[in-house]
């Protein structure tokens, strides 16, 4: 497969051509590097979204609104398909670059991580990347400066010229958009966390819906995280067999049914004390290629109208 980060700078000029009418605001920094604001200081909406969705999954994945319901209420909802889930999903779209620098806190997600290669992912998959330019997605509530730029560039074995950080807030319609844009994604992690071979699922679907935008990063933490594990939606087409796929949706996790401000709370908001298995789509269909399909796990609507603040009754 060709460079995943020549086919995201690709979407990358798009932005840059677009960005008035996405309501982006593009800077060049000292260093050269450029710094795309998608949600920090700007308020970018649905579109500016999907299209940063696509960046992160490098272009191999299609994605798209629709509208459906919660409880009566009628609520946006993100759906993403890509027939390379692996790569695009594993590879790409995972927020697995922990940035902290110099005080700075941000979580990378996009091609970029395909250029260091360091995480698990890359070698269950087999893939990695070299091109000269580079694309890291960072969720921060602030911009990235020359600092993290430069952090980035000598990580990524690139110049910092060529170092492209579309950058938003969980806290923001962007942020709420790319979000949901994860329900595959989670699904495809969990399998492979669970010992399956991710390069044994050919295609996959998945659909969450857009949690309402809160600027308290807290709330805006819990909403994004139950509209997945309570109203994510995921189908996967897979090669082979496997005796754990009844533990890939979040009903598997032993704190599902309680709102995620709750479990985050309990821990005093160290992620790392929650059970990971929580972190997956409500329901899942497993069809293997050739063999049964195999279907688990539900939404929740009244935990997800009471997330969102629906204060109309379901």
């Not at 980060?5 to 677009?18: K, Q, W």
């Not at 997605?137 to 430069?150: G, K, M, Q, Y």
């Not at 994860?182 to 399998?191: N, P, S």
């Not at 709370?265 to 049964?292: C, K, N, R």
């Amino acid at each position: 497969m060709e460079s995943i980060n020549r086919t995201a700078i690709e979407l990358m000029d798009e932005a840059l051509d677009f960005a008035e009418e996405l309501g982006i605001v593009a800077t060049e920094l000292d260093c050269g590097a450029t710094v795309l604001d998608f949600g920090v200081e700007v308020d970018a909406g649905l579109e500016a979204g999907l299209l940063l969705s696509e960046i992160q999954t490098a272009g191999l994945a299609t994605v798209q609104t629709r509208m459906d319901r919660i409880g009566g209420a009628p609520t946006p909802y993100v759906e993403l398909s890509s027939d390379h889930p692996a790569i695009a999903l594993l590879c790409s779209q995972k927020a697995g670059w922990e940035l902290d620098v110099e005080g700075f806190n941000g979580l990378g997600s996009g091609p970029g991580r395909a250029l260091v290669g360091e995480e698990s992912e890359f070698q269950r998959v087999g893939y990695f990347d070299e091109f000269d330019l580079t694309v890291l997605a960072v969720e921060a509530i602030e911009l990235p400066d020359d600092r993290i730029a430069e952090h980035v560039a000598d990580l990524a074995g690139v110049e910092p010229s060529g170092v492209f950080l579309p950058t938003y807030a969980l806290g923001s319609t962007v942020g709420s958009v790319t979000a949901a844009a994860r329900a595959a994604e989670l699904a495809v992690f969990r399998l492979s966390e669970l010992g399956y071979d991710p390069r044994d699922v050919l295609t996959a679907t998945g659909s969450a819906p857009v949690a309402p935008v809160s600027y308290d990063e807290s709330v805006a933490m819990g909403r994004t995280n139950d509209a997945i594990a309570y109203g994510g939606e995921v189908y996967l087409q897979v090669a082979a067999e496997f005796d754990r796929f009844d533990e890939v949706p979040s009903s598997a996790g032993e704190e599902h049914g309680t709102p995620f401000v709750e479990v985050f709370e309990a821990v005093d908001w160290d992620l790392y004390e929650v059970d990971a298995s929580v972190f997956a789509p409500a329901a899942v269909t497993i069809d293997v290629q050739d063999g049964p399909t195999y279907v688990h796990g539900e939404t929740d609507e009244e935990l997800l109208a009471e997330s969102f603040g629906h204060t109309s009754p379901i």
